[in-house]
């Protein structure tokens, strides 16, 4: 198991974390700080300044669940993580990871009153045993604006603790009693096993009657999707995309969706890629739409939106799936694409 302590610089995460470490049975502290230590002496510069945040490089993001993999399977018991996380895309991407090799989070948040919160990064900068570097103050103030905006997902999906008041030590004991009584509840995200080989997929484009497409959030990855998931062993690809519609949003679609590309998506370590199908779904009534009902461990939201607005919400060879789905629709004829692009 995981307990993962959030919260913005300056929160007392990893004094808290030091301290959780003892208090929980076979408790492990690891910091994914280490991570990008190391990722900043082993990649090149060049790359390195392509990145504000080491956060936003895919390898980072990757190498902390597969170190906190590993750590797992080396020692058991509890990885106690002070890490702060405060865009939503790379805490589903990472906790989706985790969750697909079977790994329960317990996610927290330490949320002290902002005035405490500056006046101790004001502090740590006159207590730490060696002198600190005042860019890492200004840093941490540079996050409070980017924590404050991140609150209403973080709030809704970790247990919160005001630390405002208390000692480390304290906060470590409140932490261990929500963790014993379930009060910090196991991340309600769905468990997606991870390919092992390249796999079938088949989406489903649905329309409202501004023909804008349906686009679901998943909590489990980042970025917008289709409705739609992995074909299972021996079924047809267009009876799992009606199969995932159902599952998804609660709707039955009356007949099998007619197919608008087939996408080949080619293995980029460490995904294996596959066949991506996009099938259309047809156009939603106005009461279809207000029937539309989200599994809350799957999909946190739905939405119709533009063709411009989608660019801004998929992923890029997503997006381009997308694109050539609409004009296959226009043409009336299904088109075959490679990685995202029509092959000459």
């Known amino acids: 198991m995981i307990v993962w302590i959030n919260g913005t610089f300056g929160a007392g995460k990893t004094s808290t974390a ?22 900043r002496r082993l990649l090149p510069h060049k790359r390195l300044a392509e990145v504000c945040d080491y956060q936003d490089l895919p390898s980072w993001r990757r190498l902390v669940v597969d170190a906190a993999a590993a750590m797992l399977a080396e020692l058991g018991g509890v990885l106690v993580v002070p890490m702060t996380l405060l865009r939503q895309e790379y805490r589903d991407e990472i906790f989706g990871a985790l969750a697909a090799r079977r790994i329960p989070v317990r996610h927290v948040l330490l949320a002290p009153a902002e005035t405490i919160l500056r006046e101790r990064i004001a502090r740590r900068q ?7 570097d005042p860019r890492d103050r200004t840093w941490a103030y540079d996050h409070i604006p980017l924590y404050r905006q991140a609150l209403g997902w973080l709030t809704a999906d970790a247990h919160v603790i005001d630390n405002g008041p208390l000692t480390a030590r304290e906060t470590a004991e409140r932490i261990a009693e929500a963790v014993r009584t379930d009060a910090a509840g196991i991340c ?3 468990q997606t096993p991870e390919p092992t080989r390249e796999t079938v997929a088949a989406g489903v484009l649905l329309f409202d009657d501004q023909d804008r497409v349906l686009l679901v959030d998943p909590t489990y990855k980042p970025g917008w999707e289709f409705p739609g998931g992995v074909v299972e062993a021996g079924e047809a690809p267009a ?6 519609v159902a599952e998804e949003l609660g709707l039955t679609l009356e007949q099998v969706p007619g197919l608008l590309v087939v996408d080949w998506e080619p293995p980029r370590s460490p995904a294996y890629g596959g066949l991506r199908l996009l099938f259309d779904g047809g156009r939603l009534t106005r009461e279809d739409a207000e029937r539309l009902r989200l599994p809350g461990p799957e999909l946190r939201a ?6 411009t607005e989608a660019a801004g919400l998929l992923p890029p060879q997503r997006y381009e799936r997308l694109r050539w789905a609409l004009r296959a629709r226009e043409r009336g004829h299904p088109l075959y694409l490679e990685a995202g692009r029509p092959t000459p």
């Open 239 to 244: 009876c799992a995309g009606v199969r995932e």
């Open 126 to 132: 006159e207590t730490e045993p060696e002198p600190a």
């Open 188 to 190: 309600d995200i769905v």
């Open 18 to 39: 030091r301290e959780l470490a003892g208090l929980l049975p076979d408790g492990t502290l690891y910091d994914p700080e280490l991570i990008g230590d190391a990722l």
């Open 302 to 307: 739905w939405r119709f939106v533009t063709e």
